[in-house]
């Protein structure tokens, strides 16, 4: 079995890594030849819409999934006709494009955050007055880790977003490379969590536990798991919602679901990323099978596997430069994961997760691993 | 950090899968181009003899080691003048030689089996006699799985493993091919136990629990890790010979020391292997740091990491055929791992380790996978 990833980053080497040992072989396609999926399968170097790497890459390989949403739409079409895709072009088209995503989620009864579609600037006003600030402007499609969003709390800050998200040309006609937007209002939630599903190909759905997401400047810093302090009927709540969602797109592989937890058992949903999940990542050591295996295991039509937790896990990122990996080491219960990328600012090159027996552990275990992070 | 390994089996596989995740990159030579490590790292491939190949695979490594023993002493010595090699050429030397081993072991005061050098057949006549049959007939160096030996119960035994052991050419003289010999006593065992340690360049030393082992057809078919009914006297004497082992060789990396169990706390060393050993595959899961992170953990130099267990562990080589992964997999606590050989009889093609809280659980859930990998 050889399984094609397009896109050759962390996700794709983690897949790999995980893969391999149930004796599935991988290609990627990425544009950089030094992606950190170069040791872990073959590599075809091209870009995503050249369409004769396209075929170099689909030549032989069993099914095709992706390690990133951004996969242009054309792409996900030729793919589709060529070769099986999981999860299909219709899951990759929704979670794309964050007003398809949130018309997804009210279509299954999950609410999620306020937000106004925003065409025009008489739009973006009309929804500024509507939804009150602080809100966010967003392009609907192509943004991560906080790029293309406009925090908005003035008319300054609204005049600056409107120019720099929608820029005119010089003759002040619309340019026809601007994004769609969105306007989101700020949700008064008291933590983020996310929940990652897996679907196999008969319709069999395992959920991880919630995770607990912290966030700095827009990139995931932390993630808890299992979350502490959600009740059984939240955390069944949130699994019903999560199958929703896969069950309406007829989701192949793992799904992550950030929703936010405003309290009292209540929560909206945030967004989906149709592909294995930063906020996952302690899965590898802290679940019994990984977010990894089980999407592989997924895609492959493969029995899915136990999403048991081991204990509890702190997951951080490692982001700019290479931490100290001589001080993680020598951490018993730490696991240092380094993904072969040059070190650079605002650049995730890894994550650590600790593992012990219990939340309290865990944590001060992530403490002094953290301080050999802020090393970087 | 570049790693080149010598040997690109399953043993250089699971190294890598280990070591990745480190940041470390990894560079294999082995004669065969389809061999198991050629997903996960670079593959030279050239015989182990060939100088040209050697240096193409040394160029840019940082630290060289190997994944089988029978490393041809030339090329042990011309790695040696050109780059780090660990573990060092006399522990090499002195595991490739039954001899050299028993040596090692009373050297240290560690009680080897009976054994005598068979060099004439007259020493080979002697040596039954003082013996005592059965008795097994060894080739000194390269053998393997059962591969050079010859168990002799009867005077025609005796003919027939002299004939095959030490063939003479028409002429009556020894063939120079001709492979040193030892002829090794029957131990009335009641167990097979192993210990793999693991010593750091600064000389620290981890161990593993000991581990029951059982053969079938000279190869290892299941390791129980901790090895149930073990006194912690027994372990800490298994702990000590194997330090004093390591010590003596100045041993950097994973050590696997054989033992034979001859109850009532008493046991004697069997033989050595100087790397990660198939008796120690349980620790991917079944420990907190795996015996392929610790070894690569201690030729780079790096910290070493914890050996202690999670639950029991009960690992089942898969031999010959293809097991049915859909039922492995369907098995929670069962974990398999393929090596990307093709199968064939008497091949070990991947293994499965079956985890559980306990000793009990685990047997059941191996009991269950075992049904699976008989379908082979």
Known sequence: MIVGVLGGGQLGRMLALAGLPLGVRFRFLDPDAGCP??????????????????????????????????????????????????????????????????????????????????????????????????????????????????????????ERAWGEAYPFDAARTRRTDAADLILEGLV????????????????????????????????????????????DAQREAMERATARVMERLGYVGVLAVEYFDLGGGRFVANEMAPRVHNSGHWSIEGAECSQFENHIRAVCGLPLGSTSVRGSSVMLNAIGGLPDMRGLLGLPGVHVHIYGKAPRAGRKIGHVTACAQDIAAAEELAGKAAAMLRNC
Request: proline residues 6%; glycine residues 8%; charged residues 25%.
């Open 37 to 158: 999926s170069r040791d872990v399968g073959e590599l075809v170097v091209g870009a995503y819409d050249d369409e004769a790497a396209l075929g170099r890459f689909v030549q032989g390989v069993d099914v095709v999934t992706y390690e990133f949403e951004n996969v242009p739409a054309k792409t996900a079409r030729w793919l589709t006709e060529h070769v099986s895709v999981f999860p299909s072009e219709v899951a990759l088209a929704t979670a794309q494009d964050r007003l398809a995503e949130k018309a997804c989620f009210v279509a299954e009864g999950i609410e999620p955050a306020p937000h106004a579609k925003v065409d025009t600037e008489a739009e973006f006003r009309a929804a500024i007055e509507r939804m009150g600030t602080p809100c966010i402007l967003k392009t609907r499609r192509f943004g991560y880790d906080g790029k293309g969003q406009w925090v908005i709390r003035s008319a300054a800050d609204a």
């Open 188 to 231: 008064p939630f008291v933590r983020e969590l996310s929940m990652l599903g897996v679907r196999g190909k008969d319709g069999e759905c395992r959920f991880y536990p919630p995770v607990r997401n912290t966030h700095e400047r827009g990139i995931l810093a932390r993630s808890v798991a299992p979350a502490p302090g959600v009740s």
